[in-house]
């Protein structure tokens, strides 16, 4: 089947800096979905996109639907200790089950 | 977003046993997602589970692996059978939200196998 590789695959940053990390797919999808991942927790839904082109913030998040709709991209400002974690995209295409990213982890260094 | 539970939260199993593992659901929903996350690894989508019909299976996974029951529209299990350390792994259940294509994930429960 289709794979969504996520970029970075890790990330170590120190507290403050801006975060930047991208998904991309060899086929199109209708939706993207970004999730975090937080140690022994199930993925929790950060970001839904419909469609191509759309940006949306969730507080110092944001993601974009690439206009190609073969990537997204996921924005986090000014990162806090709470943000370290896995990322995980997912894409979602007509009847087809979702699918999701390599994960990105992010470390924030003290 | 639903509010889901599962159990065991964790378990170290030995290996040749099987281990059914529970989700439950706070409001009805008619289908349920089980995945499976290998050690640092992403998520794969072992079946779909509908009330009152068989569930439907991924490329790789069988039933007699995986049996799956969805008895009601809150609740489903996953036993996962004549397990090997190769079964260690987390074990998440979903549920689609309002929009239908988002999910929403229960806790997880981490699976070990000896």
């Known amino acids: 089947g289709q794979q969504l590789n996520q970029s970075p695959q890790s990330m170590f940053i120190q507290e403050g800096e801006d975060v930047s990390m991208n998904c991309t797919s060899s086929?199109?999808?209708?939706?993207w979905l970004w999730y975090k991942q937080d140690p022994g927790e199930g993925p929790v839904l950060l970001i839904a996109?419909?469609?191509?082109?759309e940006l949306t913030s969730n507080g110092r998040l944001t993601a974009q639907f690439g206009i190609t709709r073969k990537d997204s991209f996921l924005n986090i400002s000014a990162s806090i200790p709470s943000d370290v974690g896995i990322y995980f995209c997912a894409g979602h295409f007509g009847n087809e089950k979702l699918t999701f990213g390599t994960g990105t982890r992010l470390t924030i260094i003290p | 977003s639903a509010v889901i539970s599962q159990k065991p939260s964790r378990d170290i199993c030995q290996r040749g046993t099987s281990l059914t593992i529970q989700c439950q659901v706070d409001s009805q929903v008619t289908m349920m997602f089980w995945y499976r996350q290998q050690p640092g690894q992403s998520l794969t989508l072992i079946a779909t589970?509908?009330?009152?019909?068989?569930?439907?299976?991924e490329s790789g996974f069988v039933i007699d692996k995986f049996p799956i029951s969805r008895p009601n529209l809150t609740f489903s299990t996953l036993t996962v059978s004549n397990m090997s350390p190769e079964d260690s792994s987390i074990y998440l259940c979903s549920v689609p939200g309002q929009g239908a294509v988002e999910q929403f994930f229960g806790p997880g429960t981490r699976l070990t196998v000896l």
């Open positions: 589970a509908n009330q009152g019909s068989e569930a439907t299976y």
């Open positions: 086929s199109i999808f209708n939706t």
């Open positions: 996109l419909y469609k191509a082109g």
